[in-house]
């Protein structure tokens, strides 16, 4: 379903990705880990078509994602995909079930039907009680399962999460993990994950292992 070859990406003089490569199964759950600075969230975000790589291809479903323009790579996104965000990423201005239902809203769904499947989300997540609040009201656990929710919401194929659990206690992680990984299982969406706590990468298939901006492994 996904496939990065022979990627390359810098930022100024830094080497992000040399030569990086993945193939991602349908349904497939998928740990993306390596040390700080591997390149991890910039194969992420090729693969979510969120940036450019300078030389390789990026394939979803067999068309390449690399080559569209930027409104081309929203679209796919907003249809296709789910992002979660490390720290969150919520519109300020909007309370928890808005930001929620946003991407419903985006694909032209009714409000109404939008914010009662935002509040769903928010239950099953155990952020119920935030839905009126706003992101500055919240904690940064309750931030993070609040976008959890929003990447769910659309039921989307894919869904790409960078660092879920960075700002959570265990405890909050492992039930943003059982939610993720749950849905993703019952739905046969494919699920990327960047991590570099070993907890968290448990919870895949198997893991790509980058080391400086290329592939180091597979681990099942």
Not at 10 to 35: K, P, Q
Not at 93 to 122: D, I, K, Y
Not at 193 to 203: E, F, L, Q, S
Request: with cysteine; glycine share 12%; charged share 25%.
């Amino acid at each position: 379903m996904l496939e990065a070859r022979a990627l390359r990406k810098t930022f100024g003089r830094t080497v992000a990705l040399d030569g990086a490569s993945a193939e991602i199964g349908d349904g497939e759950i998928v740990a993306i880990t390596g040390a700080s600075g591997s390149g991890k969230s910039t194969l992420l975000h090729c693969l979510a078509g969120i940036i450019r790589p300078e030389s390789g291809e990026v394939r979803f479903d067999g068309r390449r994602v690399d080559t569209l323009d930027g409104a081309d790579r929203t679209k796919l996104r907003r249809e296709n995909f789910g992002v979660v965000f490390q720290f969150g990423r919520l519109v300020p201005e909007l309370t928890a079930e808005e930001n929620v239902a946003l991407p419903l809203l985006f694909n032209r769904h009714g409000r109404r039907e939008s914010l009662l499947a935002a509040q769903s989300w928010l239950e099953r997540l155990d952020v119920i009680d935030c839905a009126g609040r706003r992101p500055g009201e919240l904690s940064g656990g309750q931030l993070q399962r609040v976008a959890v929710a929003r990447a769910l919401v659309t039921g989307p194929r894919v869904v790409f999460a960078d660092e879920p659990t960075g700002a959570l206690d265990s405890l909050a992680g492992e039930r943003v993990m059982g939610e993720l990984v749950g849905t993703a299982r019952a739905a046969g969406t494919t699920l990327v994950i960047v991590t570099h706590d070993n907890r968290v990468a448990a919870y895949a298939d198997r893991e790509i292992v980058l080391r400086d901006g290329t592939l180091a492994g597979v681990a099942v």
